[in-house]
């Protein structure tokens, strides 16, 4: 089983090369949550990135907002579907992850799941060929995969929510935290925009969506991978893995931080991208479900 090495004295030096994502499965969970234990006291900015199997509905009816659609479909899809993978990665203010990893490299974590069965659970087709030409395993998630309601609890005792001393960092993460909250009650999701984040605010005081950021910096645009390129931020391991996506989410946000904040982004917190209207209160219409 993984267990945490000795500190060793050598520490991120920026190489992204040096980063080692650990794959986390049911056999090494308990470890890996030990291990995630004795870094949060020092490393308070919490990056994460969920796979998930796509979008399969879309709800018919008239709604007030756009975003009173967004959540009605997010909601509607999260309540059906199963989570595939979670990245986490943690750092300190300047960026610099846990040495933690083998032999006291930098580490990210890969958490792989059970549960998830493409050839009967609903899906999107296009979504699981996406995952599957970017490595993801779905055998191997059957046969090794970790329970999700145990990752669950151990995040729970983690020391990584209800404390309003993290800062979680995100991109474009509604349906990241939908899946998460509705790991962490045992319930569908609120039927309410207000509802729900009742519950993100409980579980993650403080949290950032950089595609909400990515409003303020006019030359910025795209997708997380763009948006990394355009930063000259390297990535580490493949696109559409959880744990090269939540690395690449950490990294981006402390350059977008560092170079269009100038440190401070405190006035930007608490909203996610698609799901806080702007107030302009235009109704939207659906006549058609997937």
Known sequence: MSASPPPASSSDDGKPADVEIREVYAYNLEAEFAVIREAVDTHRYVAMDTEFPGIVCRPVGTFRTNDALNYATLKANVDMLKLIQLGLTLSDEDGALPPLGTGGRPCAWQFNFRGFDPRSDPANADSIDLLRTSGIDFDRFAADGADTGRFAELLMSSGVLLNADLQWVTFHSGYDFGYLVKLLTGRNLPDTIPGFFELVRVYFP?????????????????????????????????????????????????????????????????????????????QTSTSSAH
């Open 206 to 282: 403080v949290l950032y969506d950089i595609k909400h950021l990515m409003r303020y910096c006019n030359s910025l645009h795209g997708g997380l991978s763009k948006l990394g390129e355009l930063l000259g931020v390297d990535r580490v391991g493949t696109c559409h893995q959880a744990g090269s996506d939540s690395l690449l989410t950490l990294r981006c946000f402390t350059k977008l931080k560092e170079v269009y904040f100038r440190g401070s982004t405190e006035n930007y917190a608490g909203v996610l991208y698609g799901l806080l209207s702007d107030g302009g209160g235009e």
